[in-house]
């Protein structure tokens, strides 16, 4: 089975590279982006039946900065 | 003074480090990051500058996670020394040793040259050989340097007088222009600018001088 563990910077944490490619999209002709933020996925293949407050343990204490980011997990 | 610098695959400050040391009268010598136990009557650990592990996942992410670095946490618990450069502050923000984290400069460009900072404390064996509100140029060397804090954080850090120095023209937009943060027992300091580099005038400042003297005098008075 698979975990996706999808990694955002907090509402409220800047983002430069969220905003660099916002500009960027711009100076390409895109109108109307209105904002930008840049995460990263993180998949994870694990043995069947994995408990999932076990790959949550895995984003707290490794995967995941909780100061400046927040996650969202999918078991597949 | 007895002192370690750690060592990760990618560190690059290390000898640096172990130099400014051992010029400011420190007996000093380097621990791998496998190893799981520090040397016994430990003074002083000195995370270095340099990518640790690559930078992969988050700058130091990864060597927060090393054998040694529960070592280090425990040195710090007990009332040791630690002095994080660059990398070794991301490390120590990571290990929750330093609150807040380390982000990608504002302007998203890697930045090497030196700066200007203004000694916002006296109180620490850090910062104790600088007066107060002076103004000091070090390198810095960094991608990933801007501070982040939350606002109630940060009145804590300014309230508990533990921001050890500060930018006067924020490089890489750290929050309250903070480049060095000490740890609730003053014993603790990460800073994004490079010390060690600042120890000989041919290469441009000898202000990082004071930081060593006086750490290392600090810590051999019992």
């Keep these: 089975m698979k975990a996706i563990v999808t990694v955002m910077l ?8 969220g905003e660099a490619v916002k500009s960027a ?10 904002g930008v933020r840049q995460g990263k996925v993180i998949e994870l293949d694990i043995a069947d039946g994995t408990d999932e407050s076990q790959v949550n343990e895995m984003c707290s204490r490794l995967l995941v900065n909780s100061v400046i ?5 999918d078991i597949l | 003074m007895r002192a370690v610098v750690i060592i990760f695959p990618g560190s690059n400050c290390d000898r640096d480090m172990l130099v400014a040391l051992r010029k ?3 007996d000093v010598s380097t621990v791998w990051h496998k190893d799981a ?3 016994q009557n430990l003074d002083l650990v000195a995370i270095p500058g340099g990518f640790s592990f690559g ?3 988050r700058c130091g992410a990864i060597a927060a996670q090393s054998p040694i670095c529960r070592a280090v946490v425990e040195h710090a618990n007990r009332g040791g020394y630690v002095l994080g450069v660059c990398n070794g502050f991301q490390v120590l923000t990571e290990t929750g040793l330093i609150p807040g984290a380390l982000m990608r400069n504002s302007g998203l460009k890697f930045l090497c040259k030196p700066i200007d900072l203004i000694v916002e404390t006296q109180n620490s064996a850090f910062t104790s050989g600088y007066a107060q509100g002076s103004k000091i140029q070090v390198p810095i060397a960094h991608h990933d340097g801007n501070y982040f804090v939350t606002d109630s954080e940060l009145t804590a850090l300014r309230d508990e007088d533990r921001v050890a120095f500060r930018y006067t023209d924020n490089p890489n937009g750290s929050v309250h222009a903070i480049a060095g943060v000490l740890s609730c027992n003053r014993r603790v300091l990460g800073m994004m600018p490079h010390p060690e580099r600042a120890m000989e005038s041919q290469v441009g400042s000898t202000n990082g001088q004071a930081l060593f003297r006086a750490l290392v005098g600090q810590a051999m008075t019992p």
Excluded: R
């Design chain 1, 25 to 34: 999209l711009s100076v390409l002709g895109f109108s109307g982006v209105n």
């Design chain 2, 37 to 39: 136990e520090l040397p």
């Design chain 2, 55 to 57: 930078d992969y996942l």
């Design chain 1, 10 to 17: 907090k509402n409220g944490v800047l983002d430069p590279q």
């Design chain 1, 69 to 73: 980011e927040s996650y969202t997990l």
């Design chain 2, 24 to 26: 400011s009268g420190a």
